[in-house]
């Protein structure tokens, strides 16, 4: 993969794609930057988007963990719980309970080993699916009513380039990492997949649409080309 230099932010990694429709910079699991770019789109896109979101980069990155890195009392989602105890059984165990993730790690083990980390990964899968599927639907359902939108039906996803998406039939998809996000960042992903229901592409009528529902949707969209939809 192609690479620049920031000399802020050091090595920024290109990634094209076919599927990209806009440049977007993500902060990757080891810190660094990641930009993602449609394939014939000149490279000044990247540095614009990097010399005029320094300030939002530098407090992503400041916030930021590793990905996968779960440590003890860590939220997870709006209303979990991540809590971890050590224990002299041998056995790794990891259980959803109401509202808590509980890890019984062996001592023998630590969390960021391959085969915990899997475990927790799955548990964090579940506890955001629960979450996504009690807040969701009734958040789609109220803004479709305030702003007139229709739409056919609401299904869930964990894929890890994707906030959300609205097909032709009139599905609704969400990722439930959308529950790690703001209230207002989920408000904007739902109104962004609704527009799709009235104009099926990113032209000015789309984003006019967006704006009459979301007046700092630039500002939400920025933050978003920050974060990644990953679990």
Not at 35 to 44: D, G, N, Q, W
Not at 134 to 161: M, Q, T
Not at 187 to 199: A, N, P, R, V
Request: charge should be positive.
């Amino acid at each position: 993969m192609p690479i620049i230099q920031d000399k802020e932010f050091g090595k920024i990694t290109i990634h094209r794609s076919n599927m990209a429709t806009q440049v977007r910079i993500r902060v990757t699991s080891d810190g660094t930057l990641r930009a993602s770019m449609p394939v014939h789109a000149p490279m000044f896109l990247v540095k614009h988007l990097i010399n005029t979101s320094r300030h939002e980069l530098r407090k992503i990155i400041s916030q930021t963990k590793p990905e996968y890195v779960f440590e003890n009392g860590m939220q997870i989602g709006k209303s979990h719980t991540l809590i971890i105890q050590a224990t002299n059984n041998k056995l790794l165990s990891v259980s959803n309970r109401k509202q808590m993730i509980i890890v019984k790690l062996p001592l023998d083990k630590n969390m960021g080993d391959p085969d915990v980390t899997r475990k927790v990964r799955d548990s964090v899968i579940s506890a955001l699916r629960l979450e996504a599927k009690s807040y969701l639907p009734n958040r789609l359902s109220y803004l479709a009513g305030k702003y007139d939108y229709k739409y056919e039906k609401v299904r869930f996803s964990h894929a890890s380039s994707r906030w959300g998406s609205c097909g032709s039939n009139g599905t609704i998809s969400l990722n439930i990492a959308l529950m790690k996000l703001p209230f207002e960042l989920i408000d904007y992903i739902i109104i962004h997949e609704l527009s799709h229901t009235k104009y099926m592409n990113h032209s000015p009528s789309f984003w006019e649409q967006v704006a009459s529902a979301d007046t700092q949707y630039k500002k939400h969209r920025r933050s978003l080309k920050l974060l990644d939809p990953s679990i």
